[in-house]
């Protein structure tokens, strides 16, 4: 499907790409950290703060593409006709908030997971789960940007709209 889309799009999507193989090593790391047992908690729970803070700054950059770059042109392309325009970049962008106070809360989890202390496994459990859960939540959230959006404004968009989207990524 990335191969069918305008370059601008293949670049949002890489991105994504990106995030999805970042979210795969943090719940490897998280399964193996509950295999290990609590004793290397602790250590595994400051690798993932790491990483995870580095999620966080990719998040943000992707983010700010999306909702300064790429949004406002197709919420007017899609608002000018018959499409649902409006209503979806708002579900997309509250998405995005709600995924970035997630973030934010699984960094929270690993830096008390992390303070020294030998957490109890149900802990560890909890910390998995919780990377899981905001895995499946990116990964949907995804695939309706993917599905949803770019591949509908793939097909209306005009070459002048495709230029505006790229003006506007090189001026972020």
Known sequence: ??????????????????????????????????????????????????????????????????????????????SAGDEPGNTIFEVLEAEHVHLEKALATLTGMCASIGSGTTPSPERLDLMVTKLRIVQAEFLAHFMKEEKGIYS?????????????????????
Not at 17 to 29: E, G, I, M, P, Q
Not at 31 to 48: D, F, R, Y
Request: charged letters at 30%; hydrophobic letters at 45%.
């Open 1 to 78: 499907m990335i191969n069918e889309l305008p370059s601008v799009f293949r670049e949002i999507i890489r991105d994504h790409d990106d995030l999805r193989s970042a979210f795969a090593a943090l719940v490897a790391t998280g399964m193996k950290a509950g295999e290990q047992g609590p004793e290397a908690a602790p250590e595994t729970a400051v690798s993932l703060g790491k990483r995870l803070h580095e999620i966080d700054g990719l998040v943000g950059r992707h983010v700010r593409k999306e909702e300064e770059g790429v949004f406002p042109v197709l919420r007017a392309v899609l």
């Open 152 to 172: 509908r404004a793939a097909e209306v968009l005009t070459e002048d709209g495709f230029a505006k989207i790229e003006r506007a990524l090189a001026s972020l």
